[in-house]
């Protein structure tokens, strides 16, 4: 007789994290979160802090900026004059 894996319960296996394996998590990765929820506040943080770094890096970037070096809307130089013909008659 083989020995196979229960099949994956939630009404077995309720904890918390059950909601991540409507998304993929294996059951392994939820037992895991279930069973140590801070590992999951620790990748939700390692996240946040990493946006907030590329954030702090962008502004960092822009405010350092030559004035030079920011872009400038430029004025068409197309633009309809008093008294000019268009474009298509020139």
Known sequence: MSASAPAFSSSLNSGQFDWL??????REAIA???DQPYVFFVLVAALVILILEGVFIWYIHFATMKPEQKKKKEKKKDEKKPGGKPPAQR
């Open 21 to 26: 394996g409507k998304i993929g998590a294996t």
């Open 32 to 34: 895991t979160l279930n």
